[in-house]
């Protein structure tokens, strides 16, 4: 498969070929979605719930995430490498989202970056597309904002916030990102939004007129323990809980039942190799 690139993706969103892009979290969920032909693997701070088993995003450092960008990175061939800038590395000054950018290329091995916000973003994403490093911007929810905006609900339902939405997105476009994030988003916004834009829409809850589309890699294979509940933008193409679970509770009884390890799953030895180890 052709390695993806910035210019690969502009192409693509040239002739209207849908953009797939997924999360990772490791080496082996990073294989994968490599394999199914993903285009874009986004290392995203959400490894902070789905591998760490914090709360939210906000707990995550930037260290952790250059760990997982690693394993990542080691794992993704063809696909383009993304990671999320997580809370409190890149907010400050452009410089300090600068060094942060530069550490997820030369430590976490990542191809770009990805940042929540807008408008006040600007200078930022400036500063890091300068120093030749694409940027994805993320727009609509903001989820390392969900203090201020009052919890993961949809964003733009009225007319002047579907505006601001516009606005932010245009104005990453102008900064300099590859692509924008819409996330939670209505579908007819979303359409609009993607419409005015020149570059790509990434949608996750924003409906199907974007330009592509994300999921959270365990939301989408149902890696995680039944019950939770998922957003409604989620659809669960298959049961990875369920499966494991089956395959270590029948290990668990046949290590119970000494029916594992079979014959098949041992070294044999011959008998007289045996002499004189045991009187
Ligand atoms: O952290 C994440 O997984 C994300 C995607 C859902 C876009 O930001
Ligand atoms: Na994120």
């Known amino acids: 498969r052709k390695k993806v690139t910035v210019p690969l993706l502009r192409a693509m969103h040239k002739r209207g070929d849908p953009i797939t892009m997924i999360t990772a979290h490791d080496f082996p969920s990073a294989h994968v979605a490599d394999a199914a032909g993903m285009e874009v693997v986004l290392v995203g701070d959400s490894l902070a719930m789905v591998a760490l088993g914090m709360e939210d995003t906000s707990e995550v450092l930037l260290e952790e995430m250059l760990l997982h960008c690693r394993s990542v990175a080691r794992a993704t061939k063809a696909a383009f490498t993304v990671g999320d800038l997580p809370m409190g590395s890149y907010e400050i000054a452009p410089t300090q989202a600068l060094e942060t950018a530069i ?90 939004i993607t419409q005015k834009l020149s570059i790509p829409t990434i949608g996750i809850g924003a409906g199907n007129g974007c330009s592509g589309q994300v999921l959270v890699q365990v939301d989408m294979t149902g890696n995680f323990p039944p019950g939770r509940a998922l957003a409604r933008f989620v659809k669960q193409y298959g049961d990875v809980w369920a499966e494991s679970f089956r395959a270590i509770e029948t290990y668990r009884d046949e290590v119970k039942s000494r029916q594992y390890p079979a014959p098949e799953h041992t070294y044999p030895i011959k008998k007289e190799e045996l002499d004189g180890f045991v009187e």
């Open 103 to 192: 550490r997820f290329v030369k430590e976490g091995r990542m191809q770009g970056v990805k940042l929540e916000g807008g408008k006040e973003m600007v200078p930022t994403i400036q500063k890091i597309t300068a120093a030749g490093i694409p940027v994805l911007g993320h727009v609509g929810l903001t989820p390392q904002r969900q203090n201020a905006l009052g919890g993961f609900r949809v964003q733009g339902k009225t007319s002047p916030g579907a505006m601001k939405i516009l606005e932010d997105a245009l104005a990453v476009q102008e900064a300099g990102c590859f692509a924008v994030v819409l996330e939670a988003v209505p579908a007819e916004v979303a359409a609009i």
